[in-house]
């Protein structure tokens, strides 16, 4: 019962944690200072979080981008909300220029809010700015943000103009004086509030449009680029989440965006694992069942712990030597016939000498008679028991194993082979069993001890032998 308790109360353990690792993904993805600025990760005044969710609620088809480079499908508006952090002058961690112009040639805008002339905007033709990068306040605008410091304390210069339309027509350079100060011919139906925005020098060329300016210069633009176009926005505060509904600054982005699909641009801002393995688990969705299965494995192990039980088998006896050979006569004895016992005995103890002597099995008595006299008492002491307990073992036939005992016809009574003139001597000389009990049950007690003691003196004449050999080299 306490197991099924502790696999259930695992279980929900585990339920509780998926549930809770969702919930926190989804806060943490949202995070505040330490998400980058401007990401769309940031709900804080500075973060380009609510123009994010308000498209997903929209139903316009928007993604962010956390990769070096746009896919090969990927079609519609790319929006880039830069800061000075970006490097957006030399690339840095930006996507590549030539990319993008070819993506925009295809048909597709790219939109970038920023303070400065990116590698983009020069690459593609746009008009310069006018000493952006020297100007005081936008200087001190970009840090305000960048640190995510309060907007009510915004060292920045309010900018509200008119947005240019497409049934408008744009601010004429050359009005006349009584003409309203922004140089609108008609008045604009839209109003757009930037921080401390970059000024575009004027240019006449056909493939740029004002979108919004006066006739000190131009906030907003948009260059056509193939079949697609890139606009520009003098600062990223129109679509930050603290000025996104400043005037008519949403409806001017929702405007630019049209019904999508729209491509959040994390990149720039140092979000994303392009060309890792991190970054296939993160876009296929691994990650969080890589952790999930960790944290399975560790509640198991947990669960599992203590319940199984604790196989501890006591250690093996260690056996001497004499023990095991004491042993293997025992099941000689008691397994075999006393004849069989005493020839398998007698062939493993004369090869065990011959490999000892380095001799032949049937050369043992002859090499035994050259070693020291220690040795060679010891291998006839072996000779004499091996002769002794073949005294005791009923004579058989060599031909079909038939005991002879008592036998006077000089001829075995199963297949009539002649006995020969050893074995009969043996018969004659051996006394005939009490009758009524067997050979086996006389004399069985007795091979138990007797192969026994074979084995064990013949273990001690090998390792003596050896140990001689070893010494006289």
Same mark, same amino acid.
């Given at each position: 019962m306490n197991r099924k308790l502790t696999i259930a109360v695992t279980l929900l353990a585990l339920a509780l944690m998926v549930w809770a690792f969702y919930l926190l993904a989804e806060v943490a993805t949202r995070g505040g200072d330490a998400s980058p600025v401007y990401s769309t990760r940031r709900h804080d005044p500075y973060g380009t979080a609510a123009i994010y969710d308000l498209l997903r609620q929209r139903g316009i088809p928007v993604r962010t981008l956390e990769r070096s480079r746009l896919e090969s499908t990927d079609h519609g508006v790319l929006v880039q909300v830069l800061s000075d952090d970006d490097n957006v002058e030399t690339g840095g961690s930006s996507l590549r220029p030539d990319e993008l112009i070819n993506w925009m040639t295809e048909g597709n805008t790219v939109i970038q809010f920023s303070r400065q002339t990116t590698s *983009?905007? =020069? !690459? @593609?033709?746009a008009p310069p700015a006018v000493n952006a990068d020297s100007f005081g306040p936008f200087q001190s605008a970009a840090a305000h943000e960048i640190h995510g410091l309060p907007p009510d304390r915004h060292p920045g210069f309010l900018v509200t103009v008119g947005w240019n339309s497409e049934h408008q027509t744009q601010p004429d350079t050359n009005a006349a004086k009584d003409s309203s100060d922004d140089g609108w011919a008609s008045p604009p139906s839209r109003m757009i509030s930037l921080r401390s925005p970059m000024l575009l020098v004027p240019v006449t060329d056909s493939r740029w449009r004002t979108l919004a300016g006066t006739r000190q210069g131009t906030y907003a633009g948009e260059l056509r680029v193939g079949r697609g176009k890139l606009i520009i926005i003098g600062a990223p505060t129109p679509i930050l989440n603290h000025s996104l509904l400043e005037n008519d600054n949403l409806?001017?982005?929702?405007? *630019?965006?049209?019904?999508?699909?729209?491509?959040?641009?994390?990149?720039?801002?140092?979000i994303g694992h392009g060309g890792t393995i991190m970054e296939m688990l993160r876009r296929i969705g691994l990650l969080p069942v890589l952790l999930q299965l960790v944290f399975v494995i560790a509640l198991y192990t947990w669960s599992t712990r203590g319940h199984r039980p604790q196989e501890i088998d006591d250690p093996p006896r260690l056996r001497s030597s004499v023990e095991q050979?004491?042993?293997?006569?025992? *099941?000689?004895? !008691?397994?075999? =016939?006393?004849? @069989?016992?005493h020839t398998l005995v007698t062939q493993a103890v004369r090869k065990r000498m011959a490999k000892a002597l380095r001799c032949r099995p049937a050369d043992v008595e002859k090499r035994a008679a050259q070693l020291p006299p220690a040795l060679a008492a010891q291998a006839q002491e072996i000779s004499d028991a091996l002769r002794q307990t073949e005294r005791e073992s009923a004579p058989l036939c060599k031909q079909c194993g038939y005991d002879l005992t008592g036998n006077t016809s000089g001829t075995c009574p199963e297949c009539r082979t002649p006995i020969p003139m050893r074995t009969r001597q043996r018969i004659a000389s051996e006394p005939l069993p009490q009758p009524g009990k067997k050979r086996s049950e006389t004399k069985h007690h007795r091979y138990d001890v007797q192969l026994s003691r074979i084995l064990t003196l013949s273990s001690e004449f090998v390792r003596e032998a050896t140990r001689v050999r070893t010494h006289q080299r």
């Open positions: *983009l905007m =020069k !690459q @593609a033709g409806e001017v982005v929702l405007s *630019l965006i049209g019904s999508g699909p729209v491509i959040m641009d994390e990149w720039s801002h140092g050979i004491e042993t293997l006569g025992h *099941l000689y004895s !008691q397994s075999l =016939k006393a004849e @069989a016992a």
